[in-house]
């Protein structure tokens, strides 16, 4: 089974293919700001289950999630390729590099995604919480359950309009299935993944909004190559796409 995806872009290209994958919430669309910085690249940007045009689709964790990215990419006949990936796009991503790639990966970017927990009490800790929030999304109506999410901390740096903004763009997705999707990636289920992002054999980078403290910090501490993108937060792609895409164009000249 093949994730819902749209490709932009020539297929005769020398350039690899951008592959884009959103946070949770989200869908493909979200990185339209950042993608008019490179049409000149192809690029494939996935629904993920749960989401968008893959809201129907259920996984039961990232093995199975990282089959239908392989199935996808394939699909689309994609033999070279760099993967992008914001919050749990950027989990998605990393676990899908480290233990599940196809030949042809390029390199790795990776927005606000945690690469793991480091013990058994930050686990259950951590399904405490998402089971939580799982039972927010099953059973408020949606918008109830958006505007308590995007009250958390990680989103203290949002105004009241881009909150309510937030909510009402995500309003038409289906709780049910968001719930679906946190429960089988949820962050206590994924492996920490740490050790082999440090051996990946091709270039890997680690973006993160100047205000988001929680993730500038989580970097910091386990090393990540850490590249810092200036007034914004959790979400940086989103609030300063034309700083995100003079990073990210930068990244994707390094070698291979």
Same mark, same amino acid.
């Given at each position: 089974? &093949? ?6 872009? $020539?297929?005769?290209?020398? @350039?690899? %293919?951008?592959?884009?994958? $959103?946070? /949770? ?6 990185? #339209?700001?950042?993608? =008019?910085? *490179? &049409? ?5 940007? &996935?629904?993920?289950p749960?989401h968008?045009?893959?809201c ?5 964790g /990232? ?8 199935? %996808?990419? $394939? ?9 992008i990936?914001?919050?749990?796009g ?5 676990y ?17 995604? $945690? !690469? ?10 951590? *399904? ?8 927010? *999304? ?12 995007y009250r958390q901390?990680? /989103?203290n ?21 968001l ?6 990636t949820s962050?206590?289920?994924? !492996?920490?993944l #740490?050790?082999?992002? =440090?051996?990946?054999?091709?270039? *890997?980078?680690?973006l ?5 403290? @929680?993730? &500038?910090?989580?970097?910091l ?8 993108? !200036?007034?914004?937060?959790?979400n940086?792609?989103?609030?300063s796409?034309?700083? /995100?895409?003079?990073r ?6 390094? !070698?291979?």
């Amino acid at each position: 089974m &093949i994730l819902h995806a749209r490709w932009q872009g $020539h297929r005769r290209s020398s @350039k690899p %293919t951008l592959v884009w994958l $959103h946070g /949770f919430l989200g869908n493909q669309q979200d990185w #339209l700001p950042v993608q =008019q910085a *490179f &049409i000149d690249w192809p690029m494939l940007s &996935i629904d993920l289950p749960g989401h968008g045009g893959s809201c129907a689709q259920r996984v039961s964790g /990232f093995p199975e999630l990282s089959e239908r990215i392989g199935a %996808t990419l $394939h699909h689309y006949q994609i033999r070279h390729y760099w993967l992008i990936g914001y919050s749990l796009g950027g989990r998605t991503a990393m676990y899908y590099a480290c233990r599940a790639a196809q030949p042809g990966l390029c390199g790795l970017v990776v927005e606000a995604g $945690h !690469p793991g927990l480091a013990d058994e009490e930050q686990r259950q800790a951590r *399904f405490a919480h998402d089971t939580l929030w799982m039972n927010r *999304f099953r059973q408020l109506p949606l918008p109830a359950a958006l505007r308590a999410w995007y009250r958390q901390p990680l /989103f203290n740096e949002l105004t009241e309009q881009q909150r309510n903004a937030l909510v009402s763009q995500r309003s038409a997705g289906d709780g049910h299935a968001l719930a679906a999707m946190l429960q089988a990636t949820s962050l206590s289920r994924q !492996p920490n993944l #740490l050790s082999e992002l =440090q051996q990946l054999p091709v270039p *890997f980078s680690y973006l993160c909004g100047e205000w988001d403290n @929680k993730f &500038i910090q989580l970097a910091l501490q386990a090393r990540l190559p850490l590249h810092t993108i !200036p007034a914004a937060g959790h979400n940086a792609h989103r609030v300063s796409p034309a700083a /995100f895409s003079d990073r990210l164009t930068q990244l994707l000249r390094q !070698p291979v």
